[in-house]
């Protein structure tokens, strides 16, 4: 392979942030997301940044829990006013790209989109043993680097918020093949039935062979 890619939790993610249940909660008691009236239909990417105040409130406040326990003063700091700015996003990705760089990774092999799609070269002349090795550590790695820096959990709310902006229970496959046919991935008319079947025989967006390929990896990516 020519590029080891981080796979994304946004799938989970977008199963426990948009479903109708907070799964984000943990021992403490949820409340309902607000939802006024004239709102409903806001979407959160404003020109302050990505606005988590009206329907993600409950996932926010959790969320940012989180982090301080874990001590991501870093992270925890970008949810304080419930917005997550372009600018604190790419400081964000800074600081997991220094972290890689810290582990001995070159600055010039990580490509790093907004909202954590990630690919990593490998050195070059690497045997497929060596390349495997090496995946393998870049996994261990990249895990390290987006823990240590909260780096998921940001990009799991933003990417939530992205994709569902008024946080409505949309069903979570339907999310995920809207993103499908955004990114070209699949056809208009690709439905949940064809998504149950191709998840169930390994075809289509499930096909290995589709999926070794760097570039609609990088595709999948932005969508799991």
């Known amino acids: 392979m020519n590029q080891h890619y981080r ?4 799938m989970k993610t977008i199963i426990a942030v948009v479903a109708a249940s907070c ?4 021992a403490s008691a949820c409340t309902e997301p ?6 409903a239909q ?8 990505i606005n988590l105040n009206t329907h993600y409130s409950t996932e926010l406040k959790q969320a940012r829990e989180q982090l301080e326990q874990n001590g991501n003063d870093f992270a925890a700091n970008i949810l304080k006013d419930g917005i997550i700015a372009d600018s604190e996003l ?3 990705n800074h600081r997991v790209v220094q972290c890689l760089s810290d582990f001995g990774y070159s600055k010039d092999s990580i490509s790093m989109g907004e909202l954590g799609e990630m690919s990593v070269h490998p050195p070059s002349g690497a045997t497929h043993e060596e390349s495997a090795s090496w995946g393998a550590s870049v996994n261990q790695d990249t895990q390290t680097c987006t823990e240590r820096n909260g780096a998921n959990v940001i990009w799991q709310l933003a ?4 994709l569902n902006p008024s946080n409505d229970g949309k069903d979570a496959r339907q999310t995920i093949i809207d993103c499908y046919i955004k990114q070209g991935i699949v056809g208009a008319s690709y439905s949940i039935d064809d998504y ?4 169930r025989n390994g075809t289509g967006p499930f096909d290995e062979a589709q999926r070794a390929d760097a570039g609609f990896q990088q595709k999948l990516e932005v969508c799991e």
């Open 23 to 26: 799964i984000l909660c943990s």
């Open 42 to 49: 806001t979407q959160p990417h404003t020109s302050e940044g």
């Open 7 to 10: 796979r994304s939790r946004l």
């Open 34 to 39: 607000l939802h006024g009236d004239n709102t």
């Open 159 to 162: 990417s939530a918020a992205q």
């Open 90 to 92: 790419a400081e964000l």
């Open 196 to 199: 149950e079947r191709d998840s």
